[in-house]
């Protein structure tokens, strides 16, 4: 858990006038000193590059924000591709990892130049149909180790996964793309989400390493980057420990020397495509207490709910819950805080020690910075929060307003339903 919430008591009151709640508030400066200490610990390789996870945090101040601090951005649909061209992140700075890919959003990553990178073999094929014959010249594929490699929890087993193309394929779908024109290649991975175990992303580089070292002997393919995903996790609950980027980066760059560099791979670049740990830990949901309630437990009733932050509902994830002036007040109750949701999932907090909590009380859920209001959602009738983004000068930006019923309702057509009988 993040004990970094940005403002004072009296500063949060006076936000909360001026911007009702509940809404998700971020910390530009927090954000740009996070990545600039995950670029340092990467800067020991001889090419490296951050994209930017945009489903993790889809707005393009911040993509701006994250260019700015050198990250490309990590795409998956048509929508991601043009928040990152809107945002000033194009051409290779961009790769698309999307599978079940619909032909318009490949060729539109191909016309702005993005690294296409493809999920299943049959796509080679599908690929070069959707550009009218035409195919890239630097592509990339998706790596999916099966039973070579252990899953985690939230991702599930790889070889339960329908991402990536197996070991065999692997070796054909380069064959198979050289002869189709392609000059340039990539490997790709993801094998992990929310993981805590620095390990973990040591074994996934050695893997790819070696692979593409067989790629080298058995096709002369020569591998011009290896991303290694997204996948890294953050210290959600109290007492766990953050992955130390550092000691990640020194253990893959022995493996580099040991693996790479003798076969004639140096200058091979690393790639990740991270969002929770860019900015999870610097995005916070800030709501308000409005009910409180005395059955078979005690409730608090907040203004946000699932609909807001689904983490917790759809995973049981654990976000730190704070109340806004009581940080030092005896935890004397236990609450499930909960949203308006008609789902008894709907619950950011279960049976959790907090401060008597008043109505009125500004409570704040924390870690919320990635994979937030980004997956949110309007089921009930829900109407999502806004975006708050204070900059490095301590002022604020309302960088996405709330929804409006008129939001809500903007896909039917009210005119028509007048008449229909
Ligand atoms: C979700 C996802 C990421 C980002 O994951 P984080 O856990 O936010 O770092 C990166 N790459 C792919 C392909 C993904 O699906």
Known sequence: MSDNFPLGHERLLELAKKFPTPFYLYDEKAIRDNMADFTKAFSIFPKFTEHFAVKAMPNPYMLKVLADCGCGGDCSSLPELMLCQMSGITGERVIFTSNETPAEEFQLAYKQGNIINLDDITHIEFLRDALGGKFPELICFRYNPGPLKEGNAIIGKPEEAKYGLTREQIFE??????????????????????????DYFVDTAKMLFELAVELKEKLGIKIEFLDLGGGIGIPYKPGQKKVDLFEVAKKIRALYDS?????????????????????????????????????????IGVDACMADLMRPGMYGAYHEVTVSGKEAAPKTEVYDVVGSLCENCDKFAVQRPLPKIDMGDLVIIHDAGAHGRAMGFNYNGKLRA????????????????????????????????????
């Open 386 to 421: 806004g975006e708050i983004l204070m900059r490095c000068d301590g002022s604020f930006k309302e960088i996405r307003r709330r929804e409006t019923v008129q939001d809500l309702f903007a896909t039917l057509d009210l005119d028509g339903v007048k008449d229909f009988k």
């Open 173 to 198: 779908a380069y064959k198979k793309s050289r002869d189709f024109g392609a000059k340039r290649f990539g490997l790709h991975t993801m094998v992990a989400s929310n993981e805590l175990n620095p």
């Open 259 to 299: 693996m790479i560099v003798p076969a004639g791979l140096d200058g091979l670049e690393i790639k990740w495509e991270c969002g929770r740990p860019i900015t999870g830990p610097y995005g916070w949901l800030v709501t308000k207490a409005i009910h409180k309630k005395d059955t078979y437990r005690k409730y």
